[in-house]
């Protein structure tokens, strides 16, 4: 049994939070993962506020736990309806990154509704605790999807001591021995996208799955960096073309509309025979990412191994 203020927070049993991941993380998987004891998460990336009030109706017919839902938080017309339907349907936590929370965190407090900040520096985890976040989320460049420029290492290194918010350390984390080092850095859990493309509940077009399962640890990539944007996941022609594009100079518009629309793309279709739909995106912590199986295996897996970790650790400790 591991006990944290995250899971205390969140009144969940394990301390793993699911990344929220557009287009794939739907109420299927969120409410495996919530079943199973962990915090399952909707991601609401690139939907709309009827997707967002079925998905999470549907979710709460699949599942009595606790589940959130992911919002991006950069200006758009879209998000305000998005966050009215939030706060309409109910759930029990939001995370929330790429823009400003502050002007959020009031309402989603006022309805219950538990705040998550996904950072990427240390500045920006003061300035969410000073305002209110329930807690956090440092997710690290080891990271599937967009990235900052941090690892998961130097965050937890620099942001722990910082805080005293719930932490839940992102990044690379896909199996037992990272929860345990996490917990004894000083965080109160993770969160794990990577892994979960590989639960049998997974949405994501099954080609996915099994260019995961095949690939190594150098097939990790990073697109995007010339734009402040990168994006992390598989080579291939796909993204080989992009950072040729990104060498040769290429306008940072033309590479906006090269990567525009290709996350659904490949959540929907794969990346195609010829590999031009787009990138898988995972993070680079691949080598142990090889089998599919349910949500609720993922997580026994998790917790008995960093469970056992933690029980011998004391061993290196001599009197
Ligand atoms: C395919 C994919 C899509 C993602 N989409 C989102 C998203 O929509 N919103 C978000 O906050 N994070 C997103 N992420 C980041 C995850 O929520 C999570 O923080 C990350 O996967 C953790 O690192 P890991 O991939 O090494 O487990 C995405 C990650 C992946 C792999």
Redesign the pocket.
């Known amino acids: 049994m591991i006990k944290t203020k995250m899971t205390e927070l969140l009144g969940i049993q394990y301390p793993i939070l699911m ?4 287009w ?1 993380t739907t109420a299927g998987l969120t409410a495996a993962v919530s079943n199973a004891g962990g915090a399952g998460v909707l ?1 609401a ?1 690139g939907r709309d506020e009827e997707w967002v009030r079925r998905e999470i109706r549907k979710t709460k017919t699949l599942t009595d736990k606790p589940f959130g839902i ?1 919002l ?1 938080l950069q200006t758009t017309p879209l998000r305000d309806k998005l966050v009215e339907a939030i706060l309409a349907e109910g759930i029990d936590f939001v ?1 929330l ?2 823009g400003d929370p502050r002007p959020f965190l009031p309402r989603f407090r006022e309805a219950g509704i538990k705040t998550i900040c ?1 950072v990427p520096n240390t500045k920006l985890a003061k300035r969410m605790e000073a305002c209110g976040a329930d807690m956090l ?1 440092i ?1 690290g460049m ?5 990235i900052g420029n941090l690892t998961t290492m130097a965050l937890m290194t620099n942001i722990l001591p910082e805080v005293s918010l719930p932490v839940a350390a ?5 199996d037992g021995r990272g929860l345990a080092a996490a917990l004894i850095m000083g965080a109160d859990g993770v ?5 979960f ?1 590989l639960a049998s509940e997974c949405g994501s077009h099954p080609s996915n799955a099994q260019a995961i399962v095949a690939a190594s640890d150098t097939d990790s990539v990073t697109i995007g960096w010339s734009r402040g944007k990168g994006l992390r996941g598989l080579k291939n022609p796909f993204a080989e073309e992009y950072l040729s594009m990104e060498v040769s100079g290429v306008p940072t518009e033309t590479l906006g509309q090269y990567v525009n629309g290709c ?1 659904k793309r490949v959540a929907d279709l794969g990346t195609g025979e010829d590999g031009k739909n787009g990138i898988v ?5 691949l080598e142990p990412l090889k089998k599919i199986q349910p949500a609720a295996e993922i997580i026994r897996e998790v917790m008995e191994e960093a469970e056992t970790l933690l029980k011998r650790a004391p061993r290196f400790v001599t009197e």
Do not use: C, D, K
């Not at 990344?19 to 557009?22: D, E, K, P, R, V």
């Not at 080891?142 to 967009?146: A, K, P, Q, T, V």
């Open positions: 990344g929220a991941m557009a794939i991601g990336g992911n991006s995370t990154g790429a996904i989320v997710e080891e990271s599937g999807g967009r992102a990044g690379g984390i896909v969160q794990m996208g990577s892994r493309l996350s995106q995972v993070g680079e912590s």
